[in-house]
């Protein structure tokens, strides 16, 4: 017998059990079932992942119903207690408690051991028949005390089943009781919860098996509203360490915020131990509990105490019990580090990208019901899904997942591979018709991996070009930034993005393409070869649109077109080394063919600027703005009037007129820059428009101080070293 297994033994005092005012509707289901005289169903399963609160769901049901004259006997299963975690005690344990809940059956089961002293050596389903059909059966057929054995308490809980010692033994004792209760005259009742491992869920499934045509399940998911259980339970807790803990006295009284208890409830997934982990935690009565919240969510270090013992612990034990951990942690690898919002997320997708059989993945992710929610066989439309946010956690943080660490790095590179593999032979491939999602694992994985050598051999053979057309641009810039970092040699003479120049110039001339004949694409072309050199804050389309007085639609579209790369300085995760490279490849005639930038497109466009800076707001000072408005104050409405009438402009809503002329003086003085170094016939036409251009005036508090300096600073030295210059570009602000 295992006395320690009883739910009220003093071996498991203070026993895990549900928090007040939680799990009401769980608890009202089970309570309702087991009150139902007319129930067709004997056993019901009660399953969730590692961490649902299983056992407190149970322990809580055993103490309710117990009060109420309802529990017959009770087991609860641990893996790490002598005694609890075997089959051998168990019907022994229940038996004597039966016995005491229905004390009609003692004399019966004295007989029966009488009869047999060594009972307790057979087989569990003997023993079964022996001490418990056997006696309530014969209770039952007696006229006299069968009326009395129908008011006494028939639930017999199972808690952890999952916890005793091998499957095979779990599967016994679910066959065992479930062809006992098919004998009964008037059966008893099983609550079982357990995690949903493979073994018992397909037993509960099984509708032609006893067990299957006489159950019912509850599932610990979202039907059930954890998360605000969840919330609940956090808020108490915290309540409780502002009125116990020793420092209670100097806690702030705004501590936790609502944020930080949401915080804790998404990362809990679900999960009460993640909750009940970290308020064990902070409630340290050694430490200050804010600085330990902020251990938990990663903003100070922890010193040798981790906060996730308990967590830790857990997913070591589960993953530890696998048995190929190679192919588990391949698995792993794309459920922690892809985003899995679409196909990728699908078994059968898992499955084909890593090359396995059908039905392989199956097998290997057999023992890992617990953590993470496995589709049933065959059902490849179904996604994987970790019930656990924290297990990314583990597996990335080396200091707490050991052996089991995942290397970022090194997994991206490996997903890569994979990736490049599938793409060399595409039509091959078993993903042939999924190659959209292997195109975006691709370009997802790689930018983020580790440049082993491995990898840069496989990258060398990926035809790139293919991979291109056959996909859209999004993430290329990113890719192709990747590649330059890359050397392929120890004398650093050529990189992954040289090796592949030709599709890279071929995948920018494509994209560029459709727009050949926009008047204002050399414009913007020429522009972007100017990147390292404008201030990003002082760009932006809507601006530029300006600067070449078109509708900022058409702008917008060949932005669009051109993609993440030449969204110029509007998505702020652009990769500016792109603008970098694409400048290298818009200033080489042979790469660039008809989208060559030289000193005829600087020249055009530096005309374009002196247009927008021939607006009276930039010239003269004697204008509208007469009473010069004060720092800061936004100019953008009067302006827009002058301009629309002036040039008949298209203006959107958010282009002030100061930030508009910012960006015009800076171009200016940049392109100015420009084609004095190129030189040409282009040269003296600019300089023929600044003579006829009239001076920048300076008015008081301008906006534009800094920037109509430097730009009259380049003109004068531009028309210097043409030998003419006549008077000062810039008037300085009357007193």
């Not at 028949?129 to 006229?143: C, F, I, R, Y």
């Not at 003419?724 to 570009?729: K, Q």
Request: glycine share 4%; proline share 6%.
């Amino acid at each position: 017998m295992a006395p320690g297994a009883f739910h009220n033994s003093d071996e498991r005092y203070d026993p895990p059990k549900c928090h007040p005012h939680t799990r009401r509707a769980v608890l009202k289901k089970i309570e309702d079932w087991v009150r139902d005289a007319n129930k067709v169903a004997l056993f019901l399963w009660l399953y969730g992942p590692a961490g649902s609160g299983k056992s407190a769901i149970a322990q809580s049901i055993a103490e309710l119903l117990e009060e109420a004259g309802l529990l017959a006997a009770a087991f609860f299963f641990s893996r790490n207690a002598a005694g609890r975690n075997d089959k051998a005690p168990l019907v022994a344990t229940l038996v004597y408690q039966l016995i005491i809940s229905i004390p009609e059956v003692r004399g019966y089961v004295l007989e029966a051991l009488d009869q047999d002293p060594a009972v307790f050596s057979r087989s569990i389903q003997a023993q079964i028949k022996v001490l418990v059909v056997k006696p309530l059966n014969t209770v039952a057929k007696d006229e006299t005390l069968a009326p009395t054995l129908l008011s006494r308490p028939r639930l017999i809980i199972l808690d952890g089943l999952d916890e005793c010692r091998t499957s095979l033994a779990q599967i016994h004792i679910l066959n065992a009781i479930s062809t006992a209760m098919r004998r009964l005259r008037i059966p008893l009742c099983f609550l079982i919860a357990s995690r949903p491992e493979q073994h018992i869920r397909e037993a509960f499934n099984d509708q032609s098996h006893n067990l299957g045509s006489l159950s019912f399940s509850i599932a610990l998911d979202d039907t059930y509203e954890p998360d605000s259980d969840i919330e609940v339970f956090l808020w108490s807790a915290f309540d409780e360490i502002k009125r116990k803990h020793p420092s209670r006295a100097h806690l702030p009284t705004s501590w936790p915020s609502s944020g930080d208890i949401r915080r804790l409830v998404a990362k809990s997934s679900g999960q009460f131990i993640f909750a009940s982990t970290v308020t064990k935690y902070v409630n340290s009565h050694r430490h200050w509990p804010p600085d330990r919240l902020k251990i938990v969510f990663g903003q100070s270090k922890s010193g040798q105490e981790t906060p996730f013992a308990e967590l830790d612990t857990l997913y070591s034990f589960i993953l530890s019990s696998v048995a190929d951990i190679e192919k588990v942690k391949d698995v792993l690898m794309i459920l922690v580090l892809l985003p899995l919002h679409g196909m990728e997320a699908l078994t059968y997708f898992i499955e084909k990208f890593l090359f396995y059989r059908v039905g392989e993945l199956d097998m290997i992710l057999s023992d890992l019901h617990s953590i993470i929610s496995v589709p049933p066989p065959g059902d490849g439309s179904r996604k994987l899904q970790s019930f656990h946010a924290s297990l990314a956690d583990f597996l990335l943080d080396r200091s707490r997942s050991g052996d089991l660490f995942l290397d970022e790095g090194a997994a991206y590179a490996e997903l890569t591979r994979l990736a490049v593999k599938h793409l060399n032979d595409l039509p091959a491939s078993p993903l042939t018709n999924d190659r959209y999602w292997v195109h975006f694992t691709f370009r997802f994985c790689c930018v983020k991996a580790h440049p082993s050598p491995m990898l840069l051999k496989d990258l060398q053979t990926l035809n790139l070009d293919a991979h291109f057309y056959d996909t859209s641009a999004a993430r290329i810039p990113e890719l192709i930034c990747w590649f330059e970092r890359q050397w392929l040699n120890t004398d650093r003479t050529e990189t992954l993005l040289s090796h592949h120049l030709p599709a890279i110039d071929a995948w920018i001339r494509v994209k560029l393409g459709p727009w050949a004949r926009r008047s204002s694409l050399p414009h913007l072309l020429a522009a972007i070869t100017l990147v390292d050199e404008i201030d990003p804050e002082a760009f932006g389309w809507q601006r530029f649109s300006a600067i070449l007085q078109s509708p900022i639609e058409s702008i917008h579209a060949v932005l669009k077109e051109l993609a993440d790369p030449v969204d110029l300085f509007h998505r702020k995760e652009t990769p500016k080394a792109f603008f970098r490279i694409l400048s290298k490849f818009l200033t080489d005639r042979e790469r660039a063919g008809d989208f060559w930038v030289n000193s005829r497109t600087y020249a055009n466009l530096a005309k374009k600027s002196l247009r927008i800076l021939r607006a009276k707001r930039f010239t003269d000072i004697d204008d509208i703005h007469a009473q010069p408005p004060a720092q800061g104050i936004d100019l953008g409405e009067i302006a827009k009037r002058h301009i629309n009438v002036v040039y008949g402009m298209h203006w959107h809503k958010d282009v002030t007129y100061h930030k508009v002329g910012k960006l015009a003086f800076n171009l200016l003085r940049l392109l100015l820059s420009r084609i004095e170094i190129l030189g040409g016939p282009e040269a003296h036409e600019v300089m023929v428009l600044l003579k006829s251009h009239p001076p920048f005036h300076l008015i008081k508090n301008d906006p534009l101080e800094s920037e109509k300096v430097k730009a009259a600073q380049a003109i004068e030295e531009f028309l210097k070293k043409r030998g003419d210059i006549a008077m000062p570009f810039l008037i300085p602000r009357q007193m």
